[in-house]
């Protein structure tokens, strides 16, 4: 038994036969005779045992189940979420970001999709999606399959704006405001949350400020985090009162820093500063677009934009109210053209800034004889006093876009406007009908 433990370990021979278990523990032979005598003690006898061949028998097989179980392509980090139009794969799912894609300077390895789970199409935060553009943009968005989050303080916004979508699971709306920060796993984020007409972003200025600056800080930050990219509505108001016409995207405007209407126009200015300074400072993939006057349904009612204005006058037959002399010159353009606008940009290899807007130019006077041809011929205009800092002309050179996006606007304001009207009919004389009942009732 001495003998064969001896023998096992390394230290002595078999042929030391009898010379007694004392001897061989207390007096071995030189190191000099023995193989490996030169490993310490320990190593000695590992090898004896052959445990570096079990160790290595170990990491093989470790290594043969890893390679089976690791997703095509993910050893490079490179899998590409982008076809090269720009669409997405399908490759992305809940569990997988691979910002790499859109941040070719930053290595993400795509993790698997476990067993049992389906792949998913591209996940879509758009922030502000309650209101107006972001109703309408949810609804492209969730057509062509994607899953979107709407973010809404619903400030402006209204439930009843996306309710149809309500039990989609491709659907989920948070009320959250974008001033606090908000942790999400997407893939694109729309930053539109935003209150985007004079009644209601004067309302409250300060806030109007603190949600264009620490809102899209916020916003930007969470797309630096989980490598999504980010995309900025930002706005015509950003040139100001324009001293160059049309505003070509490097004119750099003509804004009053302290006036009435800054905490918009100078809040959306710091908003694309911040932008860019993320994409220059973090790589992050950003978009710009300078939105231009939009109209259509779900506007809000009353809001104090023009279209919506004249559209809600003429129809409860009240007097079509124009500030000062009528002769400042809008463009407008429908909804759907702008949504266009906003997927192609979002999709496209561009930074921008883009101007998206409809070319088209009108007066006040002559936008009012349009709401009057359409709902009202008999209604009458009564005119009011100019509101501090209006624009007085204000039209997009939209070359850019059309070179870069191959976009344009293709609905004309008198194919756009009766489909608003129609909208704007249900909504006033149905809210006046329940109104109605509800006061009958009391
Ligand atoms: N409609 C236009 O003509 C126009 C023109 C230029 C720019 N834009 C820009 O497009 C975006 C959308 O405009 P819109 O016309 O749909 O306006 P909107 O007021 O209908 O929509 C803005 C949405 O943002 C939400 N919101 C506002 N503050 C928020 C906050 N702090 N946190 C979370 N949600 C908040 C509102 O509840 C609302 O749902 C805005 O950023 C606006 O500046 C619009």
């Not at 309408?136 to 809404?152: P, W």
């Not at 606090?180 to 409250?204: F, G, T």
Request: hydrophobic share 40%; glycine share 10%.
């Amino acid at each position: 038994m001495a003998s064969e433990l001896t023998y096992r370990g390394g230290a002595a021979s078999p042929s030391a036969g009898a010379a007694g278990a004392a001897g061989e523990y207390s007096s071995p032979k030189p190191a000099s005779s023995k193989p490996l005598a030169w490993l310490p003690r320990a190593a000695r006898y590992a090898a004896a045992e052959h445990r570096p061949l079990f160790a290595l028998v170990g990491m093989l097989v470790a290594a043969a189940i890893f390679c089976l179980a690791a997703p095509s392509g993910s050893g490079s980090g490179t899998a590409a979420p982008y076809s090269s139009s720009g669409r997405v794969s399908g490759a992305l799912t809940r569990f997988s970001v691979d910002p790499a894609a859109h941040n070719p300077g930053r290595q993400f390895v795509a993790g698997k999709v476990p067993l049992g789970l389906k792949r998913k199409g591209l996940r879509v935060l758009v922030t502000g999606g309650a209101g107006f553009v972001g109703s309408h943009l949810v609804d492209r968005l969730v057509a062509r399959g994607d899953s979107v989050i709407v973010v809404d303080n619903l400030f402006t916004g209204r439930k009843e704006n996306v309710m149809h979508h309500f039990g989609n699971p491709n659907f989920e709306m948070i009320r959250h405001d974008v001033v606090e920060p908000i942790l999400l796993e997407v893939d694109q984020i729309y930053h539109l949350a935003c209150p985007a007409s004079p009644v209601h972003y004067k309302y409250n200025p300060v806030k109007t400020i603190k949600t264009n600056v620490v809102g899209t800080l916020n916003m930007l930050g969470l797309a630096k985090r989980i490598g999504a990219r980010f995309l900025l509505t930002s706005t015509s108001e950003v040139y100001g009162d324009p001293l160059q016409h049309p505003q070509v995207e490097t004119y750099w405007g003509n804004v009053n820093p302290i006036g009435v209407r800054s905490c918009y126009d100078e809040g959306k200015r710091t908003a694309e500063t911040l932008t860019m300074d993320y994409h220059r400072g973090a790589n992050l993939e950003v978009r710009i677009a300078r939105i231009f006057n939009t109209y259509g349904p779900r506007m809000c009612i009353d809001d104090g934009r023009v279209v919506s204005n004249f559209v809600a006058q003429a129809l409860r037959k009240e007097p079509l109210t124009v500030y000062g002399d009528g002769k400042q010159t809008r463009s407008f353009q429908y909804v759907s053209d702008l949504v266009e606008g906003l997927m192609r940009l979002m999709e496209g290899d561009h930074i921008g800034p883009f101007n998206l807007g409809n070319p088209g130019e009108f007066t006040m006077l002559e936008l009012a004889k349009v709401v009057q041809d359409t709902i009202d011929p008999n209604a009458r205009i009564e005119f009011r006093e100019n509101t501090q800092d209006d624009p007085h002309k204000r039209k997009p050179d939209i070359t850019k876009a059309k070179e870069q996006l191959g976009w344009e606007p293709k609905i004309a304001l008198r194919d756009g406007l009766p489909l608003m009207v129609t909208d704007f009919r249900k909504r006033i004389f149905g809210d006046q009908d329940s109104a109605a009942t509800a006061t009958e009732g009391q």
